[in-house]
């Protein structure tokens, strides 16, 4: 990866950890499941109008969208506005990975290695501890939501992979993908706003969105609306696209790991959220389980470079049978 790249890579970690930022601010005016229909449907009226659908089964495609779009927002909005602290949700909604990992093994067929398993093991610990401290002190019911969210972002990650492999003889442009799977989420999502929230709400949202009688918060929840729709979805997931394709997946997938990094830090900047220590030490284990399989095979194609040419690196190439895809299906939150 070149410098310019891993500037690249640095930059769309912040886009999308300041989004956890953005959608707070959103939440402050807007009902939790009408921002979700609001948001995915700025995106999908033009994508409808200016992009063509990729030829990919229709059936991947809506299980991008439900599981992404629906599934993983619902969640994380419900559990945002139930009182899931900004910078904890961005790193909570991180277990999206090692959910990938027991699906696609459990779905799919995929046999991680054992690096990946520990990985696992070390972050579903992490979560354990966060859930602990969460349930005894504050409340359990925001992190179980948020746990939720990764959840669905697990299975829209596994529908999308899905989707690519069974992609028609011209394959499937993941960028027009990431677009058509906004067209999902906003029909179903209005109806739940509706059944749930109430029409009233909704209509009292938008009335004083704008205009001379618009609330206090309206402004900043607008501004937190354009920045997750431009920056944490447009530029942060075009960015990531552009750079899975010039460099190969393990390396661009550690740098998700510092959007938890952005969102704890913005937080505390912003809003004064200050995690406790055992939300920290959780934090530092799921971090460490998710780059634990990277820094693995990092070690070990080194060793394997490193015995190039007296038959080590053939050997060591042999061993674990690492599945090179899994842990790093990342889209933006």
């Avoid at 410098?3 to 959103?26: E, K, M, P, Q, T």
């Avoid at 439900?66 to 790193?91: C, H, I, K, R």
């Avoid at 696992?120 to 969460?134: D, H, K, W």
């Amino acid at each position: 990866m070149t410098r310019r790249d891993a500037l690249l890579a640095v930059l769309v970690s912040v886009c999308w950890g300041v989004n956890f930022l953005a959608i707070h601010a959103s939440l402050e005016h807007y009902p939790p499941m009408f921002l979700v229909a609001l948001r995915f449907a700025v995106i999908a009226v033009p994508t409808l109008l200016l992009v063509r659908r990729p030829q990919v089964p229709a059936r991947w495609l809506v299980g991008y969208g439900v599981g992404f779009g629906v599934l993983q927002f619902v969640f994380l909005y419900a559990g945002m506005a139930a009182g899931m602290p900004v910078g904890l949700s961005s790193l909570v909604l991180q277990a999206s990975a090692p959910f990938t990992v027991l699906i696609a093994a459990a779905c799919l067929g995929e046999r991680p290695s054992r690096a990946t398993w520990v990985g696992i093991a070390v972050a579903m610990a992490g979560l354990l501890v966060i859930a602990a401290y969460r349930g005894l002190t504050v409340s359990l019911l925001p992190t179980v939501l948020v746990l939720l969210g990764a959840l669905g972002w697990a299975l829209g990650n596994i529908a999308s992979r899905q989707a690519q492999a069974q992609a028609g003889p011209a394959g499937a442009s993941p960028f027009a993908l990431m677009l058509w799977m906004t067209v999902v989420p906003p029909l179903p999502m209005l109806a739940l706003s509706l059944l749930v929230e109430g029409p009233d709400r909704i209509l009292a949202s938008l009335g004083s969105a704008v205009g001379p009688g618009a609330a206090p918060e309206a402004a900043a929840a607008n501004l937190g609306l354009l920045y997750t729709v431009v920056v944490g979805t447009l530029v942060g997931s075009g960015l990531w696209t552009l750079l899975l394709r010039r460099n190969p997946s393990s390396a661009v997938a550690p740098f998700s790991m510092l959007v938890p990094v952005t969102g704890i830090t913005t937080a505390w900047l912003v809003l004064g959220e200050t995690p406790a220590l055992a939300e920290v030490l959780g934090g530092v284990l799921v971090v460490g389980g998710v780059l634990l399989p990277h820094a693995w095979r990092r070690r070990r194609g080194s060793r394997a470079a490193a015995g190039a040419g007296s038959g080590v690196g053939e050997d060591l190439g042999a061993v674990g049978g690492d599945e090179e895809g899994v842990l790093e299906l990342r889209r933006a939150p």
